[in-house]
Each structure stands twice: as C-alpha cells, then as structure tokens.
C-alpha cells in the first residue's frame, strides 16, 4: 500500500508538503515536515483507499528537539 499523506503544521501558515510512504503515520509520531521536527497529532482518511494506495491527512504540531 502506498500511502499518500498531505501534511499541515499548526501555527505555521505555509509549512506543509504532501509526501508518499510505505506505512501509515501515526499520532505522536515524530517527523520532519519543510525541515523543521514537528509531533503528529491527528490522522485522518481522507477518502477510502482505492486500488493500491490510501489518502491521509496528518496535521502536526513543531517540537523542540532536545540538544
């Protein structure tokens, strides 16, 4: 399955990107989104999966990573 998942980040107007992967993200994930370390916070289909390949939405919130 291949999953096609739109990233937003909350507080951040135009920081977002749409990303193809082989597993499913999930909530308190860890991820880089435009570069920057942000925390998943919701997961959502955004349509059901069709053929081969699945529709996700993940909004996120920046996190500070730890020096």
């Known amino acids: 399955m291949i999953y ?3 990233y937003v980040v909350i507080g951040k ?3 977002g990107e749409i990303v193809n992967l082989e597993a499913p993200p999930r909530v308190g994930d860890r991820v880089q989104v435009g570069g920057e370390p942000c925390e998943v ?8 999966p069709r053929e081969n390949f699945a529709y996700l939405h993940v909004t996120c919130r920046p996190v ?3 020096k």
Do not use: G
């Open 4 to 6: 096609k998942v739109s």
């Open 13 to 15: 107007p135009h920081l």
């Open 41 to 48: 916070i919701e997961v959502i289909d955004l349509i059901p």
């Open 64 to 66: 500070q990573e730890k």
